[in-house]
T-cell receptor, first 118, second 118 residues
Framework: DTGVSQDPRHKITKRGQNVTFRCDPISEHNRLYWYRQTLGQGPEFLTYFQNEAQLEKSRLLSDRFSAERPKGSFSTLEIQRTEQGDSAMYLC????????????????FGEGSRLTVL | AQKVTQAQTEISVVEKEDVTLDCVYETRDTTYYLFWYKQPPSGELVFLIRRNSFDEQNEISGRYSWNFQKSTSSFNFTITASQVVDSAVYFCALSEAVRGSTLGRLYFGRGTQLTVWP
C-alpha cells in the first residue's frame, strides 16, 4: 500500500500521560500536514511541513503539542500531559507541492489515529 | 480571516434524486483555492476537486458538478441521480495562497452529512 499510513490507529490513555503518533506520507510528497477532527466537526489545522521545515503552526497547538519531521520523510506528533479535551481523531495528510505551479492541490489523507483520553 | 460555512448539517434524499450541497466562504485574499472532500463511513478523506479563485468556470465530472460564484462567495456541489454509495460527509475547504501560488493551510467547513436511501 503506497498511501499515507498512520500509527497507531487507536490509542487509549489516561489523563496526564504522553502519547506519540507517527505518520508515513506518500514517499515523493514534500508536504505533510497534521489535522485534528472531533465528532461532528471538520478537520482543524494543526501544523504542516515542507520537507523537514515546519512552515506553520496553529494557535491550537499548545506547548504540550510538538511535531517533527526530522528527515523530511515520516513525521511524529507528540502530546504531553494529555487532557480529556485532546480526545479526537488526528489526521495526517501529504501532498506534492511544486513551487513552479502545476500542483493539483490534492491532499492525500491517512485513516487517522483516534485518541481517547480517560 | 478565512472561514467556510456549510449551513446544511444533514441532508437525506432518496436514490436518483439530485442534491446540492452549499458552501459559502470568506477570505480577504485575492488568490485562493476551494476544495471539496468526501469522508465516507470508513473515515478517510477523499479529494474531489480543487478550484482556483481566478477560474470561475463550472465543472462537471460524471454525476458531480460544481458551481463557483465569486459574487456570492459560494462553491456549491451538486450530485445528480444520487446513489446509496454517495452517502458520506462532504467537506468544503478553503486555502489561501502562500508565496503567491502555493497552498497554505486548509480551512474546512463543518461538513454536510448526506444520506441517500434506496
Amino acid at each position: 500500500d503506497t498511501g499515507v499510513s498512520q500509527d497507531p490507529r487507536h490509542k487509549i490513555t489516561k489523563r496526564g500521560q504522553n502519547v506519540t503518533f507517527r505518520c508515513d506520507p506518500i514517499s515523493e510528497h514534500n508536504r505533510l500536514y497534521w489535522y485534528r477532527q472531533t465528532l461532528g466537526q471538520g478537520p482543524e489545522f494543526l501544523t504542516y511541513f515542507q520537507n523537514e521545515a515546519q512552515l506553520e503552526k496553529s494557535r491550537l497547538l499548545s506547548d504540550r503539542f510538538s511535531a517533527e519531521r526530522p528527515k523530511g520523510s515520516f513525521s511524529t506528533l507528540e502530546i504531553q500531559r494529555t487532557e480529556q479535551g485532546d480526545s479526537a481523531m488526528y489526521l495526517c495528510a501529504s501532498s506534492l507541492e511544486r513551487t513552479s505551479g502545476g500542483s493539483t492541490g490534492e491532499l492525500f489523507f491517512g485513516e487517522g489515529s483516534r485518541l481517547t483520553v480517560l | 480571516a478565512q472561514k467556510v460555512t456549510q449551513a446544511q448539517t444533514e441532508i437525506s434524499v432518496v436514490e436518483k434524486e439530485d442534491v446540492t450541497l452549499d458552501c459559502v466562504y470568506e477570505t480577504r485574499d485575492t488568490t485562493y483555492y476551494l476544495f471539496w472532500y468526501k469522508q465516507p463511513p470508513s473515515g478517510e478523506l477523499v479529494f474531489l476537486i480543487r478550484r482556483n479563485s481566478f477560474d470561475e468556470q463550472n465543472e462537471i465530472s460524471g454525476r458531480y458538478s460544481w458551481n463557483f460564484q465569486k459574487s456570492t462567495s459560494s462553491f456549491n456541489f451538486t450530485i445528480t441521480a444520487s446513489q446509496v454509495v454517495d452517502s458520506a460527509v462532504y467537506f468544503c475547504a478553503l486555502s489561501e495562497a502562500v508565496r503567491g501560488s502555493t497552498l497554505g493551510r486548509l480551512y474546512f467547513g463543518r461538513g454536510t452529512q448526506l444520506t441517500v436511501w434506496p
